[in-house]
């Protein structure tokens, strides 16, 4: 592997949306927030039918409440702070260029960052696209990013050399 591993692509509101909804899905599957979310949902259906038996309305109304944010508002706020984000965001439907090789990620552009392997905590499979953290930002490289399929094999064989694939 002695010629790096290229990675081109335009950061679009198409890879925006991708990058959310896998994300969202990972981070959230990947988190102690989902205990406290089972615990708040199982206290929330407890209040509807207690609610329900004393005629409680008030309560009623805010276990609904609860439920209907915690099943689609939590999201809906945080896609819609993501879009803002990426109409504010200086790499907005800019190129983006990657080198990897065995010293590790080099950025090109839209600035210039090197990552060595040791300072990348994890890279994730997200379907067919995927996620490099290196804490605290993270950076994400959809499937057409890559020239080739081979390209693609030959950066997953490198980061499983280095451990870093999940």
Known sequence: MSN??????????????KLFDSS???????????????LLIALMQYG???ALKKDAFAILLFSTIMLAYWYYG??????????????????????????????????????KKNLKWSEV???VELGDDIMLYSHPNFHYIPANGFESIEEKSRFKSLVKKYGRLR
């Open 24 to 38: 969202y899905k990972y981070q959230f599957n990947n988190s102690g927030k989902r205990y406290f979310g089972w």
């Open 48 to 50: 509807v039918v207690v």
């Open 74 to 111: 939590k999201r809906w706020i945080a896609k819609r702070r993501a879009n803002k984000s990426f109409e504010n965001s200086e790499f907005k439907d800019r190129e983006i260029e990657m080198l990897i090789d065995e010293s590790g990620f080099k950025i090109l552009s839209p600035y």
């Open 121 to 123: 905590q994890e890279v």
């Open 4 to 17: 790096p591993i290229k990675i081109r692509y335009i950061w679009s509101r198409e890879n925006v949306e």
